[in-house]
């Protein structure tokens, strides 16, 4: 059973906004409902004012469209509607309509743990206007959240080098769907485990914790709390040491966890989550190697992000684990990944494909047209060297132009097509690997991205390009449209 479907009984389809279903009733009523309709689902700009992103959503979105069903509730409420006459904004025949509607629409997307870019399709969906355009909300809020906070674990596990991240949120999160998405979108960006025991169960991701400063209160000293601790979990022993004093906390620990090793069990490692993390996570560590514990893991929370980690690393901190919550579930600098979802294509039956674009004052917000694919190319070592946009009723090139003017761009080779097909006709056609294999895509795409794109501050732009054939569509369209707006001038 898929997540959406153990967490909600009732039916998801009016996870969208109304104008998408005033505009349904309108192609409804106009008799578009069947026109075949491409929208791509991109973002503009990497989040993070970073080089990349990294996919993540897809299996949500899988989840919701094989679940799309308008139930009587929802046409009741549908209904109910009123327009500012005061009569019902939609008909019978309408209600009737999305009663016995199925999805019946191609799907092609990047797999989630992809590295993708701005300008790039993230999901393309082909099909019925109607359906096409009831999903733009839901897809947009499923994929864009999630690829955010993939992004942010990727940027905080880079930061962190070696150390394993955990993902320490849900106290702080947008609410039980907020904390659900972060913790698998984190762990797909790279983090080892969740906090989140609800996520850990719905989507099969390693969970870890211990105890919190309520447990040692709960006693009447430090020492008395690390033992019953102990006592009650001795293979689960991560003291947090900074309840009172710290590195008397840390020589408490080690007293315990020589008491722990006398029963053959073994202290896994300290916890700090306050104060000087670099000062006094070095003086940790001397105590604990003192003590007899150099494998004791020293583990630092404190909101953390990949800025202080990589402050903290640089330094010197003796840290070997990152605890990182409200600044990754939040993804605390930006918190929203803009997004957007554009049609691209449209035809009536039996007609030739009319390709649309939008223009914009800001040339960033005019969309590309075409049924587009991305053609991603690889040096002999494996490594990204660059993406081509292309349409495919047009085919692929090896020539490509620059999104947004500059110098060309060729590509040279076969290549591989980014997007992948999910459903074709309405039915599913791909089987999705586990949120752990997502994780070692990820890892796999990053390492072959040059370092100078996944640095935190100034990275080099990764280059995207449009198929000179499409770059020359684009351009004679937006021709076509400013002669236009000047012609109705």
Same mark, same amino acid.
């Given at each position: ?26 192609? /409804? ?42 139930? *009587? ?54 099909? &019925? ?39 320490? =949120?849900?106290?702080?999160?947008? =609410? ?26 719905? @989507? ?6 211990? /105890? ?31 309840? @009172? ?102 035809? =009536? ?19 590309? &047209? ?25 085919? &692929? ?18 290549? *591989? ?43 080099? &732009? ?28």
């Amino acid at each position: 059973m898929s997540a959406l479907n153990q967490l909600y009984g009732e039916s998801l389809a009016l996870l969208t906004d109304l104008y998408q279903v005033t505009m349904a009733y309108g192609y /409804h009523r106009l008799g578009m409902s069947e026109h075949e309709a491409v929208f791509h689902l991109f973002f503009r700009r990497a989040p993070f004012k970073g080089g990349y992103a990294i996919a993540a959503g897809l299996d949500l979105v899988i989840d919701l469209i094989e679940r799309l069903r308008f139930s *009587e509730a929802d046409l009741e409420y549908l209904g109910g509607l009123t327009g500012n006459d005061g009569r019902p904004l939609f008909d019978r025949p309408f209600l009737d309509h999305l009663a016995g509607l199925r999805f019946t629409c191609d799907v092609d997307a990047a797999p989630e743990g992809s590295v993708v870019f701005a300008h790039e399709p993230l999901l393309r969906i082909r099909g &019925p206007i109607i359906l096409c355009q009831l999903l733009e909300t839901p897809l947009l809020n499923l994929i864009n959240f999630s690829t955010l906070i993939a992004t942010k674990s990727a940027r905080i596990c880079e930061a962190a080098g070696d150390g394993p991240v955990l993902e320490f =949120g849900l106290r702080r999160a947008q =609410g039980i769907d907020g904390s659900l998405s972060a913790a698998r979108a984190a762990v797909i960006g790279g983090c080892a485990a969740t906090s989140n025991c609800l996520a850990g169960r719905l @989507y099969e991701i390693p969970v870890r914790g211990t /105890h919190a400063h309520s447990w040692v209160m709960a006693f009447d000293g430090e020492l008395e709390a690390f033992d019953a601790y102990a006592q009650a979990m001795p293979n689960n022993c991560v003291f947090l040491v900074d309840t @009172y004093d710290t590195l008397e906390g840390v020589k408490h620990a080690v007293e315990i966890g020589k008491r722990l090793r006398s029963r053959g069990h073994e202290m896994v490692g300290v916890r700090l989550d306050s104060g000087d993390l670099r000062g006094l996570s070095v003086a940790a560590r001397a105590i604990l190697d003192e003590g007899g514990f150099p494998g004791a893991t020293i583990v630092a929370s404190n909101d953390l992000d990949e800025y202080q980690i990589t402050e903290l690393r640089s330094k010197g901190a003796a840290i070997g684990v990152w605890g990182v919550g409200t600044r990754l579930a939040t993804a605390y600098d930006q918190p929203a990944l803009g997004g957007v979802y554009k049609l691209a294509a449209i035809r =009536g039956p039996g007609e030739p494909w009319s390709y649309r674009i939008k223009l914009s004052e800001e040339a960033i917000k005019i969309s590309n &047209p075409g049924i587009q694919q991305v053609r991603r190319f690889r040096g002999p070592d494996g490594a990204l060297l660059g993406d081509l946009i292309y349409d495919e009723e047009l085919g &692929p090139s090896g020539d490509g132009v620059r999104i947004g003017g500059g110098e060309a761009m060729t590509m040279a080779g076969a290549g *591989e097509d980014l997007l992948a097909p999910i459903f074709r006709g309405g039915a599913r056609v791909y089987d999705s690997p586990s949120v752990l294999e997502m994780r070692e895509r990820a890892r796999a795409e990053l390492a072959s991205l040059a370092t100078t794109t996944r640095r935190l501050a100034s990275p080099t &732009p990764y280059p995207v390009g449009l198929e000179a054939r499409l770059h020359a569509l684009r351009e004679t369209l937006i021709a076509r449209a400013r002669g236009q707006e000047r012609g109705a001038g």
